[in-house]
Every structure is written in structure tokens, then in C-alpha cells.
């Protein structure tokens, strides 16, 4: 705020300066007068007609007035003060919800699962905690985001797929696991901050979305864990949501 009030205050000088300087030029003005009253005193030996001419002296001051549009000039140089003034502050902006994007394929280590929706979060963690073991034990490291794809649902639960990319293929899998390919092709992305529970709310933000914008989704959506579900408290969980277009 101090930065903003020095720089009004530098733009109201050149302001005063056009103010006080026509009232100068106004006062100095008066200065000729007297020279031109000096020249009646040879008037009285001369005709009346060198009279006439003491009113062509006193309209004198008319050109003396034309300093006055040269002042008024001046200000042109105090208009870049304010310009400065108006530089925008940065902002931070909002998650993206709705983004176009496309989802490239990544080779992923994938284990089948069920679950129930009032034990959801859990189970999925369980999933993630089996193919970390697995991975951790042959010391094969993640190449992304851990992923978790929904195959179908109902109102009681849902199956699905935990994914976790590696640049690698894991061995000793179990018969549950397998080896492929993350989903691919053209998503909307949202962005869910906050815990598991709380995701219906998104989830109707998003079907709201896609009802106003006439757009059909496919049966199955993605869910990719920027924070890792095993070490992040659940209220504080950053979530990419896809929902891939038909």
C-alpha cells in the first residue's frame, strides 16, 4: 500500500506544477504595465493621435499569455507514474475441473480386487500395501502415480484394478496380478482435495458437469493418487480423477 501512495503522490507534483505555473506567469504579467504607462508622459507635447498607440501597448500582455499553453505541456511526462502502479499481482489459481487431456498409456503391475463401499478406502489400501510388498522385495521402483481403476459398480460396491507403474517387470506374481497396460485415450480430468469419504461430492460435481456440457462418459473412471494413500492422512489426500469420453 506505501508503494501505491508514494507513486500517487509522485503523480499529483507535475499536477501542482501546471497548477502554480499559469498563476505565475499571470502575476509577471503586471510587469510590462508600468512600462507602457511610462510612455503617456510625451504624449501631452505630441497630436492625440500617439494616444491611440498606449492601447496598442497595453494589449502587450496578450502574447505574454502564450507561455501559459507551453506550461500546460509539461504534464504529458508525469502520465507513466500510474502506469507503473497497475502491474497485476500474481494469483494463484484454482484446480483444473473439466480439462480436456489425453491419457497415455504406462506399463503398470495390476492386482483384481472387490470391495464394499463402507470398508472402500480400506480395502484399496490393502491392494496398494500388495504390490508394494511385492515391488519393495524386489527392489523395482514406481515410474508413476499409484492408480486405481473402477471395472464396475452397484450400489452395495465395486470391483477394481490397483495399478502402479514400473519401468520393469515383476516376477513371482500372484494370481491376481498381472502384467499391462494403464487405460489410454481421450478423459476429462477433475481434481479431489480432502478424504475418501468426501469423494461423492465430487463425483456428483462431476456428473453435474458432464450433464450440462451433453458429454457421455464410458463405464469405467480413474483415480491417480498424487499423494501416496499409505503415508498421507486421509483428510489431507490429493486425488486426479479421469473419466475417459466415448
Known amino acids: ?95 483444473p475441473f473439466g480439462l480436456e487431456t489425453t491419457l497415455e498409456p504406462k506399463k503398470v503391475v495390476m492386482v483384481k480386487g472387490t470391495a464394499n463401499w463402507d470398508s472402500a478406502f480400506d480395502t484399496l489400501v490393502d491392494a496398494f500395501k500388495t ?33 502402479i507403474p514400473v519401468e520393469q517387470d515383476p516376477k513371482n506374481l500372484t494370481k491376481d496380478m498381472s502384467i499391462g497396460k494403464s487405460p489410454e485415450g481421450k478423459a476429462l480430468k477433475f481434481v479431489h482435495r480432502g478424504s475418501y469419504d468426501n469423494m461423492d461430492n465430487t463425483y456428483e460435481a462431476i456428473t453435474n458437469h458432464l450433464d450440462d456440457k451433453k458429454l457421455e462418459a464410458k463405464d469405467t473412471f480413474i483415480e491417480e493418487y498424487l499423494t501416496d494413500p499409505l503415508k498421507t492422512a486421509e483428510d489431507k489426500l490429493v486425488i486426479n480423477v479421469f473419466v475417459p469420453l466415448k
Open 1 to 95: 500500500m506505501n508503494r501505491f501512495c508514494r507513486l500517487a503522490l509522485v503523480a499529483l507534483i507535475p499536477a501542482a506544477a501546471m497548477s502554480f505555473g499559469p498563476s505565475v506567469a499571470l502575476a509577471q504579467t503586471p510587469s510590462p504595465a508600468p512600462a507602457a504607462s511610462a510612455s503617456p508622459a510625451p504624449a501631452p507635447s505630441a497630436s492625440p493621435s500617439p494616444a491611440t498607440s498606449a492601447p496598442a501597448a497595453s494589449a502587450s500582455p496578450a502574447p505574454a499569455a502564450s507561455p501559459s499553453p507551453a506550461a500546460s505541456a509539461s504534464p504529458s511526462p508525469a502520465t507513466p507514474p500510474p502506469a507503473a502502479a497497475a502491474t497485476p499481482a500474481p494469483v494463484q489459481t484454482a484446480d
Open 131 to 163: 504390490l508394494n510388498a511385492l515391488l519393495d522385495k524386489q527392489g523395482i521402483k514406481h515410474a508413476g502415480n499409484s492408480m486405481i481403476v473402477y471395472t464396475s459398480t452397484d450400489d452395495t460396491g465395486f470391483t477394481f484394478l490397483a495399478e
